[in-house]
C-alpha cells in the first residue's frame, strides 16, 4: 500500500513536471519519505495516536499474561500437593483447561494486536501522505523539477544539494498551521 501510494506520488510529480525541463536537462530531487513522515507535525499527530493505540494493546496483553502467571502458578503450587497416583481434583482440571484456553486466547489476540497495529501504521502514513501530495505537486511545479525519487534506502547515492526533504518539511509543517 505504501509503495502505491509512493509511486502515485512520484508518477504525479512527473506528470505535473513533465514540461518543465529545458531540452536535455532533468532536474531530479530526492525526498526521504520516512523522516518527512517522522518529522512532520501530521505525522508525529499520526505517531502518537499510533502509540497510544499501542499501549493500550500492550497493557492489555501484559495485564492477560499476568493473570496467566498467576493462575499458572496456582497450578504448580495444587499439582505439587498431589500425592503420586492420586487423581487430579475436579477444580485443577478446570483450572488446568482454563489455563490452556487463556494461553491460546492471548496468543490469537497477540497476532490480532499485531495485525490491526500493521493496518494502522498504513493508514496513518497513508493519511499522511494524502495531505502532503497537494504540496509536493505545487513545489515540484514551483522549482521546475522533472522527477522526485524517493530516497532513504532506495538511492545508493545521492546529493544532499538535490535533497528537498527540509523544504517539503517546512512547507508542509506551514501548511498545518
Known amino acids: 500500500m505504501r509503495c502505491?501510494?509512493?509511486?502515485?506520488?512520484?508518477?504525479?510529480?512527473i506528470g505535473l513536471c513533465a514540461g518543465n525541463s529545458k531540452a536535455g536537462e532533468l532536474k531530479i530531487g530526492h525526498v526521504d519519505l520516512q523522516r518527512l513522515v517522522a518529522q512532520s507535525e501530521a505525522g508525529k499527530a499520526v505517531s502518537k495516536l499510533y502509540a497510544e493505540k499501542q499501549k493500550k494493546y500492550q497493557d492489555?496483553?501484559?495485564?492477560?499474561?499476568e493473570k496467566l502467571k498467576i493462575l499458572k502458578s496456582e497450578l504448580e503450587k495444587e499439582g505439587k500437593l498431589l500425592k503420586t497416583g492420586e487423581q487430579?481434583?475436579?477444580e485443577l482440571l478446570r483450572k488446568n483447561q482454563e489455563y490452556g484456553f487463556q494461553s491460546r486466547e492471548l496468543q490469537q489476540l497477540s497476532g490480532v494486536y499485531q495485525n490491526e497495529l500493521k493496518i494502522s501504521d498504513t493508514e496513518m502514513i497513508n493519511e499522511?501522505?494524502?495531505?502532503?501530495?497537494?504540496?509536493?505537486?505545487?513545489y515540484v511545479q514551483k522549482h521546475g523539477f522533472d522527477y522526485i525519487i524517493r530516497g532513504g534506502e532506495v538511492l545508493l547515492y545521492a546529493?544532499?544539494?538535490?535533497?528537498?526533504?527540509?523544504?517539503l518539511l517546512k512547507e508542509f509543517n506551514n501548511s498545518i498551521k
Open 4 to 13: 502505491g501510494l509512493i509511486v502515485f506520488l512520484v508518477a504525479a510529480s
Open 60 to 65: 492489555d496483553i501484559d495485564a492477560r499474561t
Open 88 to 90: 487430579p481434583s475436579i
Open 128 to 138: 499522511v501522505m494524502i495531505r502532503l501530495a497537494p504540496i509536493l505537486q505545487a
Open 159 to 167: 546529493s544532499s544539494t538535490r535533497d528537498i526533504t527540509d523544504d
